[in-house]
């Protein structure tokens, strides 16, 4: 903890490094000081703060929400994704708008660490939003979508993963079996039993797991003739 206090800033942000790693809770204090701090500082060091974030967003520290926040418009991307990631981690409700906020970043990485946080978090608020970004020209957005909307398991979704089915990249379509598994809904079978056939294994890996976790009788003949 002493050791947050060194003028050498890498001596500073391995220090955090190591707090978050130990998990102990008397850390958070001395953390957030230290994240205030830098923050409220001219140079605002892109290696501390992004540190400190991650760190409280693996001691889950709930009270560090309004420095993450913050941090969340840091100047780096590099602090930005680590701070989405630390307020989906320490699970409070009230990061939903500004993670929100963050599906509208230019920076994938942004978008995607929100998304994914948004899903940890499982505040229903944040469908509609992700199924906005569902229409993005990046595939890599459009996938962290799918999780997040797996992960939140709202029935609004699944209209837009069953069309995901049919999309031409891989990692979108086994994204969406994966989620539709999640969400269990029967809509789902006809599709999924599909793509049981599909070329690529781990679509059809992905699959097989969503059809046992739907426990629908319709599956399992396909799945005896999967083995």
Do not use: M
Not at 94 to 102: M, Q, T
Not at 172 to 190: K, N, Q, S, T
């Amino acid at each position: 903890i002493n050791a947050l206090k060194d003028q050498k800033y890498g001596v500073c942000a391995a220090a955090a490094t190591a707090l978050g790693e130990i998990q102990d809770p008397r850390a958070v204090e001395p953390l957030k000081e230290t994240l205030k701090e830098t923050l409220e500082s001219s140079f605002k060091n892109e290696h501390i703060v992004g540190a400190t974030a991650e760190a409280l967003g693996k001691i889950k520290s709930p009270s560090a929400f309004a420095l993450l926040t913050q941090a969340l418009k840091h100047f780096d991307i590099d602090v930005r994704e680590v701070a989405a990631e630390a307020l989906g981690k320490i699970n409070n409700p009230k990061a939903v708008g500004p993670l929100v906020e963050s599906l509208d970043s230019i920076y994938w990485r942004q978008k995607g660490a929100a998304k994914k946080a948004l899903g940890e978090i499982k505040d229903l608020r944040a469908v509609e939003p992700l199924l906005q970004t569902l229409k993005d020209q990046d595939e890599r957005v459009r996938r962290g979508a799918f999780e997040a909307l797996g992960a939140l398991k709202d029935p609004q979704a699944v209209e837009p993963l069953l069309q995901a089915l049919n999309n031409k990249d891989e990692k979108v379509r086994e994204v969406a079996v994966w989620a539709l598994g999640e969400l269990g809904d029967p809509r789902a079978i006809e599709l999924l039993l599909k793509a049981l056939e599909d070329q690529d294994g781990g679509i059809c890996q992905e699959a097989a797991l969503a059809l046992g976790k739907l426990k629908d009788l319709r599956a399992v003949e396909p799945l005896f003739r999967a083995l």
